[in-house]
C-alpha cells in the first residue's frame, strides 16, 4: 500500500513558498496532507496559506491543542513525513534528536517513513556539521533526497537548490513511497456533454459537469500520465491547469467524434462525456420564432462513438484499454454487461443516479465490470479518490 496520509512539514528557508505548489500538487494525487510548518517558516509563508490550501489547520507549536496531544496524534495517523524544505538548522536538530516544536517532536515519535528535502546555500549543505548530520540521518533511516545544482538566492551558484516537484515526485516513486504507475503512458478522457443545436440559442444537452471526466484526468496526470482531455462544453473555471493536460475543447457529438478520430494511439481511454444519442435532423440557422412554425423536432440518430471506437481499436497496432461509463437510474447488472459487449470495451462503469447525486456533484460512485467477467463495487465517494481507484481498477485488470 502507497501512503495516503501525508505529513508535509516545512521549516525557515526561502525556498517554502515552493512548497504551497508542492501541497498542490499532493492534494491532486487525492493525498490527505496535513501541513506541520515550523515557527521561523511561517515568517516566509503564514499559517492561513498552508490552512487555506489543505484545508486544515496548519500547527507550529507543541503548546497548541495540549489536551489532544498535537505531535502524538499527527505522528499516529502519518504514513509518510515529507518535509520540504529542510533547513540545515532543522537537519542539525533532527540529528540531535530535539523535540522542541510540533515537527521535530512529531519526527521524533512517528514510525511510518520520514524524507527530507533540503533546500540552503551551497556553503551550508557542503559544511563538514551538515554532510556529519545528514549521514547520521541516513543511518537511522530517513531518506534525503540530493538537492539540485543551480542558481542560489543571493545570486550564487551551486548544489543546494529546492529541487523541481517531479523530481521530488520521482524521488518518492523511487521509494515507492508515490503512485507513478501511468509514467509515460498516454490517457485521453472525454468529459462534460455534447449539445446538439437546434437554433443559435438553443440545443438538446445534459447534466453533466465534466467533474469526474476532470478528476480522472487530473489523477492520471498525477500519477505520470500524459493527458488529453476532451471537454463538451465544460464550465471554464473547472478546467485544470496542468502543463501534462491537453484540453481538446469540443461542443456538439461530431466534434467530439472527430476530435476522437483525430488521436493518435492510447494506453487508456476514458468515455466519461455524456454523449447525446439524437441530434436536431437540421439546426435552424437563425433564431426559431415563436410564430407556431415549429412544434416538434426531427431528430436523427447519432453514431455510437464509443461503439466505433472500441471497434477501431481491435486493428490498431497498439491496442488501448477503453473505459465506457454508464448512468443509469437503477443498476442492472445483466443489462451492464450487455451494453460492455455491445459497446466492444473492456470495462464499464455504472452508476446509480436515482440512488445517488451525481450530476454537478464532487461525489460518486458505482460498479466497474469487466469484459472478463469481473466486477468491482466503488463506494459513493469524492469523485478524485473514485478517480484513483478506477485507475487502480482498470492498471491491475481489477484487481
Ligand atoms: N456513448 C457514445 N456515443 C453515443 C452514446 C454514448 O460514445 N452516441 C458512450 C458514452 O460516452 C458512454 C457509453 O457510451 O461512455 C455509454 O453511454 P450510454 O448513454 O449509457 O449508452 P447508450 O448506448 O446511449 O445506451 P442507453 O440506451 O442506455 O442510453
Avoid at 502519518?78 to 518535509?83: R, V, Y
Wanted: aromatic share 6%; net charge negative; proline share 4%.
Amino acid at each position: 500500500m502507497f501512503p495516503r496520509r501525508v505529513v508535509l512539514g516545512v521549516t525557515g528557508g526561502i525556498a517554502v513558498y515552493k512548497s504551497c505548489e508542492l501541497l498542490r500538487r499532493l492534494l491532486d494525487r487525492a493525498l490527505d496532507v496535513t501541513v506541520v510548518p515550523t515557527e521561523n517558516s511561517l515568517r516566509f509563508v503564514g499559517a492561513a496559506t498552508w490552512e487555506a490550501l489543505s484545508g486544515k489547520p496548519a500547527i507550529s507549536s507543541l503548546w497548541q491543542d495540549v489536551s489532544g496531544g498535537a505531535h502524538v496524534e499527527v505522528a499516529r495517523a502519518a504514513e509518510l513525513i515529507l518535509i520540504a524544505p529542510t533547513t540545515a538548522d532543522f537537519i542539525a536538530r533532527l540529528a540531535q534528536g530535539r523535540s522542541d516544536d510540533l515537527l521535530s517532536a512529531t519526527v521524533l515519535t512517528a514510525e511510518c517513513p520520514v524524507v527530507i528535502i533540503p533546500a540552503m546555500h551551497h556553503q551550508m549543505w557542503q559544511n563538514p556539521a551538515t554532510i556529519e548530520n545528514v549521514r547520521t540521518l541516513r543511518a537511522r533511516g530517513i531518506l534525503v533526497m540530493e538537492p539540485a545544482e543551480g542558481p542560489l538566492n543571493n545570486g550564487d551558484v551551486g548544489v543546494g537548490r529546492f529541487p523541481e516537484i517531479f523530481e521530488i515526485f520521482d524521488f518518492l516513486g523511487e521509494h515507492k513511497l508515490l503512485k507513478s504507475d501511468l509514467l509515460g503512458s498516454q490517457v485521453v478522457v472525454t468529459a462534460g456533454g455534447t449539445r446538439e443545436m437546434i437554433d443559435p440559442v438553443r440545443f438538446i444537452g445534459n447534466l453533466s459537469s465534466g467533474k469526474q471526466g476532470i478528476a480522472l484526468a487530473k489523477a492520471a496526470a498525477a500519477r505520470g500520465a500524459k493527458v488529453q482531455l476532451i471537454a463538451a462544453n465544460i464550465e471554464e473555471s473547472l478546467l485544470p491547469r496542468d502543463k501534462a493536460i491537453e484540453i481538446i475543447k469540443v461542443g456538439s457529438t461530431a466534434e467530439l467524434g472527430r476530435a476522437l478520430d483525430g488521436l493518435s494511439s492510447f494506453d487508456l481511454l476514458f468515455m466519461a462525456a455524456a454523449v447525446a444519442d439524437y441530434r436536431p435532423a437540421m439546426a435552424n440557422s437563425s433564431k426559431i420564432k415563436r410564430d407556431g412554425s415549429v412544434r416538434s423536432l426531427d431528430l436523427v440518430e447519432n453514431p455510437d462513438l464509443l461503439a466505433q471506437l472500441a471497434s477501431k481499436q481491435m486493428s490498431a497496432e497498439r491496442r488501448g484499454i477503453i473505459v465506457g461509463f454508464a448512468a443509469e437510474s437503477a443498476i442492472d447488472e445483466a443489462a451492464a454487461r450487455e451494453k460492455l459487449n455491445r459497446k466492444g470495451v473492456d470495462f464499464l462503469f455504472v452508476n446509480d443516479i436515482a440512488t445517488n447525486e451525481v450530476f454537478n456533484s464532487d461525489s460518486n460512485g458505482g460498479i466497474l465490470i469487466s469484459r472478463d467477467g469481473e466486477r468491482l463495487s466503488l463506494q459513493y465517494q469524492p469523485k478524485d479518490t473514485l478517480s484513483h481507484a478506477l485507475l487502480d481498477a482498470v492498471a491491475q485488470g481489477i484487481g
